[in-house]
């Protein structure tokens, strides 16, 4: 009988198909992608999946308005660009989202592994039909 994936396996799943959606989505066709914060261009493999409100919590952390693609520079060197981030996503999604987010952040939220295993099931999907447009 196999064995039950761990729960730490389980979110390390999410976080890699989640990650790989975030970095797809709005890549064009030749793969290439455009940093959320400072504009650069590059193969969505060379970008990362940047979080508005840090990946510790869990309320925020699959959440697809709160990650867009993001370069190593902003993400990592930048500290996550926070203003521009959210002063970005203001301009995208409308007056209030960062703030939104910012407040969602602060809820406890615990997934169980049955929902983990159906987050990974369901960007698995989108993820298959990105390739297919």
């Known amino acids: 009988m196999p064995?039950?994936?761990?729960r730490k396996t389980l979110v390390a799943k999410a976080d890699?198909?989640?990650s790989e959606f975030i970095?797809?989505?709005?890549?064009n066709h030749k793969g290439e992608a455009e940093c959320y914060t400072c504009g650069v261009v590059k193969h969505w493999k060379e970008l990362q999946c940047g979080h508005f409100q840090?990946?510790?919590?869990?309320?925020?952390?699959w959440n697809?308005?709160?990650?867009?693609v993001q370069c190593s520079g902003c993400n990592v060197f930048r500290y996550g660009e926070q203003?521009?981030?959210?002063?970005?996503l203001d301009i995208e999604f409308g007056n209030g989202t960062a703030e939104g987010l910012y407040?969602?952040?602060?809820?406890?939220i615990k997934y169980s592994n049955y929902e983990l295993e159906d987050m990974i099931k369901h960007y698995?999907?989108?993820l298959a039909q990105l390739e297919k447009n």
Not at 54 to 61: D, E, L, N, V
Not at 83 to 88: A, I, K
């Open 3 to 6: 064995r039950k994936p761990t």
């Open 16 to 18: 890699k198909v989640f």
């Open 23 to 27: 970095r797809r989505r709005y890549a």
């Open 54 to 61: 840090s990946r510790k919590h869990y309320a925020t952390r």
């Open 64 to 68: 697809e308005t709160n990650c867009q």
């Open 83 to 88: 203003f521009r981030f959210g002063r970005n």
């Open 103 to 108: 407040r969602l952040s602060s809820q406890v």
């Open 124 to 126: 698995t999907q989108k």
